[in-house]
């Protein structure tokens, strides 16, 4: 019998099985990975200003990967994320922050709780715990330094990232200008809007975020939408064409 990464039965897989709530996470991450003062690491080979939505999506794609494969594919695949970033610091002669590697890991726990509780319900403590352990043996796996021990002390160092990692740069003027640019106007205010319900204050105050109300009523009707299967429609419309396919495949519940 298989032995995979992350038990069948985790509310991570549950998390992570659905569509809607990657593409929530996806869009938190959008937003963080703009004001991160490490962002120049991914300015550096050229991806992330080329084409922002689909260097941030693959970094989704790989940690839905990894949660759903069994457990030699998943470490597999962790070691091939960690080579790729040692290839990178070498042609750079520099090293990439830990702190840089913890930010992207913390946001990716928060993120998955954010969006679960904003779509389904609140996660127990049980089931956050859950979340955390998960990313945690992820970087473990890296080898990363300074990482909490359990979800009580993540929560205070993940505050601690969000005061101190965190800035509006020209990197997030230029990267907020191709989400927009890959978007197009409507999706692109949709997906601010859905950053400002899912961040974290210190995050809608440095991008300057603000709640437009609307999108409270556009949640209950998407939730109507899923309800008499019709969110697959719904997603078409506010997706790029060339995103439904990968999309679809996200869905795994």
């Known amino acids: 019998m298989e032995k995979y990464f992350v038990d069948q039965n985790s509310i991570v897989r549950k998390i992570w099985g659905k569509a809607d709530t990657v593409l929530f996470i996806f869009a938190g991450a959008a937003a963080e990975f703009a004001l991160n003062k490490a962002v ?12 922002p939505l689909a260097r941030l999506f693959s970094t989704v794609e790989y940690a839905g990967q990894i949660i759903f494969s069994e457990e030699q594919k998943a470490l597999a695949a962790i070691d091939r994320i960690t080579a790729i970033h040692q290839d990178v610091e070498k042609k750079r002669h520099d090293k990439i922050p830990d702190w840089a590697y913890r930010d992207v890991l913390y946001l990716l726990i928060d993120y998955s709780v954010r969006s679960y509780e904003l779509l389904e ?4 403590q049980a089931e956050k715990n859950e979340v955390f352990e998960v990313f945690l043996r992820v970087g473990n796996r890296m080898q990363l330094a300074g990482l909490p021990a359990d979800y009580r002390h993540w929560a205070v ?4 990232h969000l005061a101190e990692n965190l800035v509006k740069s020209e990197f997030t003027i230029d990267l907020y200008h191709q989400y927009k640019k890959h978007l197009g106007v409507t999706r692109y205010t949709i997906l601010k809007q859905v950053q400002f319900q899912l961040a974290p204050p210190r995050v809608s105050y440095l991008l300057g975020l603000k709640n437009k109300y609307w999108l409270i009523a556009l949640l209950q009707f998407y939730k109507l939408f899923r309800i008499i299967k019709l969110d697959n429609t719904l997603k078409s419309a506010l997706l790029p064409v ?12």
């Open 40 to 51: 120049d690491w991914l300015y550096f080979t050229g991806r992330l200003p080329a084409d």
């Open 157 to 160: 160092s993940r505050d601690k």
């Open 242 to 253: 060339a995103y439904k396919i990968r999309i679809s495949q996200l869905d795994v519940n």
């Open 121 to 124: 319900r609140k996660l127990t």
